[in-house]
Every structure is written in C-alpha cells, then in structure tokens.
C-alpha cells in the first residue's frame, strides 16, 4: 500500500512538472509568435517606406533638375543670345538616375558637344560645376572653383557674358573663382575682382602681374 502511494506521489511530481513546462513552452511559443507577427508588420511597413522613399527622392530629382534646366537655359540664352533650351531625359535603374542632357532649338534636338563649336559644352560645364558643389559638404570641401580655359570655344564678344554669370553666380552662392583664360583681360574688367597676367620670362619662367601694372623692361614683349 505504501509503495502504491509512493508511486502516486512520483507520478503526480511528474505530472506537475511536465505541466509546468509546458506552460513555459507555451509561452514561449506565444512570445515567438508575437515578434513573429511584430516582425511581419515591421517588413510590410518597410516596404511601404521603401517604396514611398524611392518615389520622393524620384520627385525631388525631377525637381531638382527642372531648376538646373530653368537656370542653365537662362544662362545659354544670356550668353549666347540664341533661342535654345537645356533639356534632360531621366532614366531610372536600380534605383540610381541616368540623366542625358541635349539642347532643344525651336523643336529640334541637338547633340551639347557637337552643337556651336563647343559653346554650349563651355557654359553648360561651368553650371553644371557649380551646382555640384553645392550639393557638398561645405565643412570638408571649400567653395573654391578653378575654370582652366573654360571660353575656350567662345567667340571674344561673348566671353564678358559668361564672366558676368560667372560672378554673379559666385557671389550668390559664396563661391570663390579662378579663371583661367587666354581672351584679352579687357573681356575681364568689368566683372573681375582681381585680373593677372602670367609675363614669359624666358628660362626664369613667368612673372604674376596686375592688371593695372606693366611689365619691366627685362621682361619680354608680351
């Protein structure tokens, strides 16, 4: 009799233990459903994010380039005194932007690096420069821009319209400009801050002069 007892009592321990545990394995299996499900609703928001962030930056892109084809037209029509527009196709793959600019007249399509002798490429690239460091993180890269022979392919007469863009666009946007040029510094008087001309010199190299400041008399004839 008392072993039938005790065998009771082992059995009830038992049973009361294997209760328990499985009690904790439900709940555990309750707080794996519960992330499951909190997971779930994690991805579905995230796609949604995902999907509503791609179609901004999208937008906010177009944008930006209606104002880069706003502004640059202004500029080739100012300097060029001619009836074209700048004009951008966007492509978007892999969520990354390709984007071909062309130049509309009255209707036409033409290509930017055949068109005008290289006209429109000079001042195009002078924009396009300038709003690319813009987009920079002034606290690591300075507002500095060099234009090495940048009128290259400009005619002389138009050269003074492209150096008054040039500083109204530097002043507006805190940028400081270098610009290299081989067109008579006269093109440069009127909206130049400071005009230099690099004098031969022979084999000592070259000399730095102002403007307003003539070669000596040991410096060859310009």
Known sequence: ?????????????????????REKDEEEASQVRSQLAEARRYLALSERVTSAL??????????????????????LQEVLDQPIRLKADVQW???????????????????????QGGSVA????????MFALTTLDEKAHRRFLVLD??????????VPRLVKIVHEAGRALGFQVLMISHHNESSFNRYADRIYRLVPRGEAGVRIV???ERPGEEDPAE
Do not use: Y
Request: glycine letters at 4%; a negative charge; proline letters at 1%.
């Open 1 to 21: 009799m008392d072993e039938n007892r005790k065998r009771l009592r082992r059995l009830g321990d038992r049973f009361t233990a294997l209760k328990a545990w």
């Open 54 to 75: 791609e179609a901004l930056s999208e937008r906010i892109f177009k944008e930006v380039l209606e104002v880069i084809e706003e502004k640059l037209s202004m500029a």
């Open 93 to 115: 793959k892999r969520n990354a932007a390709a984007v071909d600019f062309w130049i509309e007249r009255q209707g036409h399509r033409e290509d930017i690096l055949k068109g």
């Open 122 to 129: 000079n001042i195009l690239s002078v924009g396009l420069r």
């Open 149 to 158: 022979e940048q009128d290259c392919w400009l005619h002389p007469d138009l």
């Open 210 to 212: 102002a403007a307003d």
